[in-house]
Nanobody, 122 residues
Framework: VQLQASGGGLVQAGDSLRLSCAAS????????MAWFRQVPGKEREFVAG????????RYADSVKGRFTISRDLAKNTVYLQMNSLKPEDTAVYYC????????????????WGQGTLVTVSS
């Protein structure tokens, strides 16, 4: 599976942004898809995940109610809609995929996109 993330940029606090992750290669629908983020000097942290089949989603507490993960099987794409952005959301965002059950651990994921930078100014 190859993943290509896009959609990052510079926005102001309170704005919205939508990230996209286009997948190619092996069967997309059987993969658990997730978004992680990382700031320099910190570990990569889980943001949101959507299980294979798309019936179960999970979010980090810090983004719950503001971010929404969705997937379009026809386009082999997963999205992260980010609303009410805060300066602390500033990070490089990565999409990731794995087979099996959902997980919040980066080490459980086999495939990673290249990352897209989101900067939220106050």
């Amino acid at each position: 599976v190859q993943l290509q993330a896009s959609g990052g940029g510079l926005v102001q606090a309170g704005d919205s942004l939508r990230l996209s992750c286009a997948a190619s290669g092996r069967t997309f629908s059987h993969n658990v898809m997730a978004w992680f983020r990382q700031v320099p000097g910190k570990e990569r942290e889980f943001v949101a995940g959507r299980d294979s089949g798309g019936y179960s989603t999970r979010y980090a507490d810090s983004v719950k109610g503001r971010f929404t993960i969705s997937r379009d099987l026809a386009k082999n794409t997963v999205y992260l809609q980010m609303n009410s952005l805060k300066p602390e959301d500033t990070a490089v965002y990565y999409c990731a995929a794995r087979r099996g059950v959902g997980s919040r651990k980066p080490s459980d994921y086999d495939y990673w996109g290249q990352g897209t930078l989101v900067t939220v100014s106050s």
